[in-house]
Protein backbone atom coordinates (compact mmCIF):
# COMPACT_ATOMS: atom_id res chain seq x y z
CA UNK A 1 0.00 0.00 0.00
CA UNK A 2 1.39 3.57 -1.00
CA UNK A 3 1.86 6.17 2.13
CA UNK A 4 3.30 9.22 1.12
CA UNK A 5 2.71 10.57 4.46
CA UNK A 6 3.31 10.75 7.99
CA UNK A 7 0.99 11.30 11.46
CA UNK A 8 1.96 14.25 13.23
CA UNK A 9 0.44 15.37 16.12
CA UNK A 10 -3.11 16.55 16.36
CA UNK A 11 -4.12 15.23 13.86
CA UNK A 12 -2.28 17.12 11.43
CA UNK A 13 -0.28 14.75 8.58
CA UNK A 14 2.87 15.83 6.36
CA UNK A 15 2.81 15.38 2.90
CA UNK A 16 5.92 13.15 1.57
CA UNK A 17 5.41 13.07 -2.40
CA UNK A 18 7.87 16.50 -2.91
CA UNK A 19 9.99 18.41 -1.81
CA UNK A 20 7.85 21.13 0.00
CA UNK A 21 6.77 18.68 2.50
CA UNK A 22 3.34 20.05 3.42
CA UNK A 23 1.91 20.01 7.02
CA UNK A 24 -1.57 19.90 6.85
CA UNK A 25 -3.95 19.91 8.98
CA UNK A 26 -7.41 18.52 9.11
CA UNK A 27 -9.76 19.31 6.45
CA UNK A 28 -7.06 21.13 4.33
CA UNK A 29 -4.74 20.63 1.21
CA UNK A 30 -0.99 21.14 0.52
CA UNK A 31 0.77 23.80 -1.53
CA UNK A 32 -0.37 21.40 -5.27
CA UNK A 33 -4.34 21.86 -4.14
CA UNK A 34 -4.91 18.38 -4.66
CA UNK A 35 -3.71 16.23 -1.79
CA UNK A 36 -6.14 16.19 1.29
CA UNK A 37 -5.73 15.81 5.13
CA UNK A 38 -9.25 13.72 5.21
CA UNK A 39 -9.14 12.69 9.40
CA UNK A 40 -5.80 12.13 9.82
CA UNK A 41 -4.85 10.24 6.51
CA UNK A 42 -3.94 11.66 3.07
CA UNK A 43 -6.22 12.09 0.28
CA UNK A 44 -5.43 12.58 -3.38
CA UNK A 45 -8.56 14.28 -4.49
CA UNK A 46 -7.49 13.12 -8.41
CA UNK A 47 -7.26 9.81 -8.38
CA UNK A 48 -8.51 8.04 -11.21
CA UNK A 49 -9.16 11.64 -12.15
CA UNK A 50 -7.86 11.92 -16.23
CA UNK A 51 -7.47 15.59 -17.93
CA UNK A 52 -5.81 16.03 -21.08
CA UNK A 53 -6.04 12.37 -22.59
CA UNK A 54 -3.86 12.71 -26.04
CA UNK A 55 -1.46 10.91 -27.99
CA UNK A 56 1.73 12.89 -28.92
CA UNK A 57 4.86 12.33 -30.38
CA UNK A 58 7.63 11.84 -28.36
CA UNK A 59 9.31 14.73 -29.38
CA UNK A 60 6.55 17.34 -27.98
CA UNK A 61 7.76 15.96 -24.36
CA UNK A 62 10.15 17.01 -25.50
CA UNK A 63 12.40 13.53 -25.82
CA UNK A 64 14.54 13.39 -28.72
CA UNK A 65 16.53 10.24 -27.62
CA UNK A 66 14.51 8.10 -26.60
CA UNK A 67 12.00 6.01 -28.41
CA UNK A 68 12.22 8.43 -31.14
CA UNK A 69 9.80 8.93 -33.66
CA UNK A 70 7.07 6.92 -31.52
CA UNK A 71 3.48 8.18 -30.29
CA UNK A 72 3.23 8.09 -26.78
CA UNK A 73 -0.37 7.77 -24.74
CA UNK A 74 -0.07 11.15 -22.39
CA UNK A 75 -1.95 12.36 -19.91
CA UNK A 76 -2.08 14.54 -16.70
CA UNK A 77 -4.55 15.79 -14.22
CA UNK A 78 -5.78 19.15 -11.98
CA UNK A 79 -3.02 20.60 -9.72
CA UNK A 80 0.71 21.19 -9.25
CA UNK A 81 3.10 21.51 -6.44
CA UNK A 82 4.64 24.81 -8.46
CA UNK A 83 3.70 28.29 -9.23
CA UNK A 84 5.14 29.00 -11.63
CA UNK A 85 4.44 32.64 -13.42
CA UNK A 86 4.79 31.53 -17.08
CA UNK A 87 2.92 27.91 -16.58
CA UNK A 88 1.76 27.07 -20.34
CA UNK A 89 -1.06 24.85 -18.82
CA UNK A 90 -2.52 27.12 -15.92
CA UNK A 91 -6.02 25.88 -16.00
CA UNK A 92 -5.32 22.12 -15.04
CA UNK A 93 -1.74 23.21 -12.71
CA UNK A 94 -3.30 26.31 -11.05
CA UNK A 95 -7.16 25.73 -10.80
CA UNK A 96 -7.51 24.09 -7.39
CA UNK A 97 -5.08 26.60 -5.74
CA UNK A 98 -7.13 30.14 -7.03
CA UNK A 99 -9.26 31.48 -4.18
CA UNK A 100 -12.64 30.82 -5.98
CA UNK A 101 -12.20 26.84 -5.77
CA UNK A 102 -11.37 26.99 -1.90
CA UNK A 103 -14.37 25.32 -0.49
CA UNK A 104 -13.71 21.69 -0.87
CA UNK A 105 -17.12 21.19 -2.78
CA UNK A 106 -16.67 23.86 -5.29
CA UNK A 107 -13.06 22.32 -6.20
CA UNK A 108 -14.79 18.57 -6.47
CA UNK A 109 -17.13 19.90 -8.78
CA UNK A 110 -13.96 21.80 -11.00
CA UNK A 111 -12.24 18.04 -11.01
CA UNK A 112 -15.78 16.09 -11.59
CA UNK A 113 -16.55 18.35 -14.54
CA UNK A 114 -13.27 18.77 -16.61
CA UNK A 115 -12.17 15.29 -15.45
CA UNK A 116 -12.59 11.40 -17.25
CA UNK A 117 -12.63 8.78 -14.47
CA UNK A 118 -10.42 6.18 -15.45
CA UNK A 119 -8.71 3.12 -13.39
CA UNK A 120 -5.35 2.67 -14.39
CA UNK A 121 -6.14 -0.86 -16.03
CA UNK A 122 -8.18 1.23 -18.39
CA UNK A 123 -5.26 4.08 -19.13
CA UNK A 124 -3.03 0.80 -19.88
CA UNK A 125 -5.79 -0.69 -22.43
CA UNK A 126 -6.01 3.14 -23.96
CA UNK A 127 -2.36 2.70 -24.63
CA UNK A 128 -2.59 -0.87 -26.49
CA UNK A 129 -5.78 0.67 -28.00
CA UNK A 130 -3.33 3.28 -29.64
CA UNK A 131 -0.45 1.23 -30.43
CA UNK A 132 1.58 3.39 -28.60
CA UNK A 133 4.84 1.70 -26.89
CA UNK A 134 4.81 4.30 -23.68
CA UNK A 135 2.85 6.44 -21.21
CA UNK A 136 3.82 10.33 -20.29
CA UNK A 137 2.63 11.36 -16.78
CA UNK A 138 2.67 14.66 -17.83
CA UNK A 139 0.90 18.53 -18.85
CA UNK A 140 0.99 19.52 -15.00
CA UNK A 141 3.22 17.95 -12.35
CA UNK A 142 2.96 14.29 -11.76
CA UNK A 143 4.34 14.18 -8.63
CA UNK A 144 1.38 15.91 -7.20
CA UNK A 145 -0.71 12.44 -8.16
CA UNK A 146 2.00 10.19 -7.88
CA UNK A 147 0.13 7.21 -5.60
CA UNK A 148 -2.21 7.25 -8.72
CA UNK A 149 0.84 7.30 -11.13
CA UNK A 150 2.88 4.46 -9.46
CA UNK A 151 -0.70 2.00 -9.85
CA UNK A 152 -0.13 2.72 -13.81
CA UNK A 153 3.64 2.19 -13.58
CA UNK A 154 3.34 -0.94 -12.27
CA UNK A 155 0.92 -2.57 -14.79
CA UNK A 156 2.46 -0.69 -18.06
CA UNK A 157 5.59 -2.18 -17.08
CA UNK A 158 3.85 -6.04 -16.99
CA UNK A 159 2.06 -5.15 -19.96
CA UNK A 160 5.84 -4.17 -21.65
CA UNK A 161 5.09 -0.35 -21.63
CA UNK A 162 6.98 2.10 -21.27
CA UNK A 163 6.58 5.11 -18.64
CA UNK A 164 8.08 8.72 -19.29
CA UNK A 165 7.75 11.55 -16.30
CA UNK A 166 7.92 15.17 -17.72
CA UNK A 167 8.51 16.97 -14.32
CA UNK A 168 9.58 19.58 -12.47
CA UNK A 169 12.53 17.34 -10.45
CA UNK A 170 10.82 18.21 -7.13
CA UNK A 171 9.89 14.89 -6.11
CA UNK A 172 11.02 14.22 -2.26
CA UNK A 173 13.39 11.20 -1.84
CA UNK A 174 10.47 8.54 -0.26
CA UNK A 175 8.65 9.52 -3.62
CA UNK A 176 12.00 8.76 -5.65
CA UNK A 177 12.30 5.38 -4.29
CA UNK A 178 9.05 4.59 -4.93
CA UNK A 179 9.21 4.93 -8.73
CA UNK A 180 12.76 4.99 -9.86
CA UNK A 181 12.30 0.96 -10.46
CA UNK A 182 9.00 1.72 -12.83
CA UNK A 183 10.56 4.79 -14.21
CA UNK A 184 12.30 4.61 -18.24
CA UNK A 185 12.53 8.32 -19.09
CA UNK A 186 12.17 11.70 -17.67
CA UNK A 187 12.34 15.57 -18.94
CA UNK A 188 13.17 17.68 -16.12
CA UNK A 189 13.06 21.37 -16.19
CA UNK A 190 16.36 23.02 -15.10
CA UNK A 191 14.63 26.30 -15.20
CA UNK A 192 17.07 28.22 -13.46
CA UNK A 193 20.52 28.01 -11.44
CA UNK A 194 19.62 30.89 -9.57
CA UNK A 195 17.94 30.05 -5.84
CA UNK A 196 15.91 33.53 -6.47
CA UNK A 197 14.46 32.74 -9.36
CA UNK A 198 12.40 29.56 -7.99
CA UNK A 199 11.55 31.40 -4.88
CA UNK A 200 10.32 34.45 -6.72
CA UNK A 201 8.83 33.21 -10.26
CA UNK A 202 8.02 29.18 -9.21
CA UNK A 203 7.41 29.16 -5.20
CA UNK A 204 10.36 26.80 -5.05
CA UNK A 205 13.61 25.69 -4.00
CA UNK A 206 16.88 25.42 -6.63
CA UNK A 207 18.20 22.28 -4.70
CA UNK A 208 15.79 19.84 -4.40
CA UNK A 209 15.46 19.69 -8.33
CA UNK A 210 19.47 19.75 -8.73
CA UNK A 211 19.15 17.03 -6.28
CA UNK A 212 16.96 15.11 -7.87
CA UNK A 213 18.27 15.40 -11.55
CA UNK A 214 21.84 13.69 -10.29
CA UNK A 215 19.09 10.77 -8.51
CA UNK A 216 17.49 9.97 -12.07
CA UNK A 217 20.51 9.35 -14.14
CA UNK A 218 22.56 7.77 -11.21
CA UNK A 219 19.20 5.42 -11.51
CA UNK A 220 19.79 4.68 -15.12
CA UNK A 221 16.51 6.57 -15.72
CA UNK A 222 16.62 8.35 -19.26
CA UNK A 223 17.40 12.15 -19.01
CA UNK A 224 16.42 15.03 -21.32
CA UNK A 225 16.32 18.54 -19.72
CA UNK A 226 14.68 21.89 -20.81
CA UNK A 227 15.86 25.06 -19.99
CA UNK A 228 12.53 27.57 -21.13
CA UNK A 229 14.75 30.56 -21.51
CA UNK A 230 12.81 33.54 -20.44
CA UNK A 231 14.48 37.43 -21.64
CA UNK A 232 15.19 39.39 -18.50
CA UNK A 233 14.73 36.50 -15.95
CA UNK A 234 17.30 33.53 -17.17
CA UNK A 235 19.00 34.51 -20.01
CA UNK A 236 22.25 36.06 -18.96
CA UNK A 237 25.28 34.69 -20.45
CA UNK A 238 26.36 33.88 -17.28
CA UNK A 239 23.66 32.31 -15.99
CA UNK A 240 23.04 29.91 -19.30
CA UNK A 241 27.02 29.18 -18.46
CA UNK A 242 25.99 27.76 -15.32
CA UNK A 243 23.22 25.53 -16.62
CA UNK A 244 25.35 24.15 -19.43
CA UNK A 245 28.19 23.63 -16.63
CA UNK A 246 25.93 21.82 -14.42
CA UNK A 247 24.50 19.13 -17.13
CA UNK A 248 28.35 18.72 -18.06
CA UNK A 249 29.49 17.83 -15.04
CA UNK A 250 26.64 15.10 -14.36
CA UNK A 251 27.25 14.02 -18.06
CA UNK A 252 27.97 15.65 -21.40
CA UNK A 253 25.54 12.91 -22.85
CA UNK A 254 22.39 14.18 -21.17
CA UNK A 255 20.23 16.27 -24.07
CA UNK A 256 19.28 20.03 -23.45
CA UNK A 257 16.51 21.19 -24.47
CA UNK A 258 17.04 24.96 -24.96
CA UNK A 259 13.45 26.40 -25.44
CA UNK A 260 11.91 29.64 -26.20
CA UNK A 261 9.38 31.76 -24.14
CA UNK A 262 6.01 32.98 -25.54
CA UNK A 263 3.81 35.62 -23.52
CA UNK A 264 1.68 33.92 -21.53
CA UNK A 265 -0.41 33.47 -17.77
CA UNK A 266 1.19 36.11 -15.45
CA UNK A 267 4.25 36.90 -17.77
CA UNK A 268 2.19 38.20 -20.81
CA UNK A 269 4.15 41.23 -21.31
CA UNK A 270 7.56 39.64 -21.61
CA UNK A 271 8.36 38.94 -25.20
CA UNK A 272 9.14 36.30 -27.38
CA UNK A 273 12.65 34.55 -26.90
CA UNK A 274 14.74 35.81 -29.84
CA UNK A 275 16.42 33.38 -31.67
CA UNK A 276 19.55 34.57 -31.32
CA UNK A 277 19.09 33.96 -27.56
CA UNK A 278 18.85 30.65 -28.33
CA UNK A 279 21.85 30.37 -30.63
CA UNK A 280 23.67 31.60 -28.03
CA UNK A 281 22.65 29.04 -25.67
CA UNK A 282 23.50 26.60 -28.29
CA UNK A 283 27.09 27.58 -28.38
CA UNK A 284 27.32 27.85 -24.61
CA UNK A 285 26.35 24.26 -24.10
CA UNK A 286 28.33 23.41 -27.40
CA UNK A 287 31.55 25.15 -25.63
CA UNK A 288 30.92 23.38 -22.20
CA UNK A 289 31.00 20.03 -23.97
CA UNK A 290 27.28 19.13 -24.25
CA UNK A 291 26.65 16.83 -27.11
CA UNK A 292 22.99 16.82 -27.52
CA UNK A 293 21.65 20.35 -27.64
CA UNK A 294 17.95 21.19 -29.23
CA UNK A 295 16.45 24.64 -29.88
CA UNK A 296 12.43 24.59 -29.65
CA UNK A 297 9.39 26.42 -29.46
CA UNK A 298 10.45 28.71 -31.97
CA UNK A 299 10.23 28.74 -35.82
CA UNK A 300 12.58 28.79 -38.17
Same mark, same amino acid.
Given at each position: ??????????????????????????????????????????????? @????????????????????????????????? @?????????????????????????????????????????????????????????????????????????????? @??????????????????????????????????????????????????????????????????????????????????????????????????????????????????????????????????????????????
Amino acid at each position: MVRLFKKESGGTITCQACSHFCHIEPGRRGLCGVRKNEQGKLKLLVD @NQVLGLSVDPIEKKPLYHFLPGSQVFSFGTFGC @NFSCQFCQNAFMSQSPKLKKYQPIVALKKLIAQYSQLLKPAEIIAAAQRNNCPAIAYTYNEPTVFVEYAYQIMKLARQ @NGLKNIWVTNGYQSKECFHLIKDYLDAANIDLKSMREEFYQRICGAHLKPVLENIKRFYQAGIWLELTTLVIPGQNDSVEELMAIAAFIADISPDIPWHVSAFHPIYKMKNVPITPLEKLKEAREIGQKAGLKHIHLGNISF
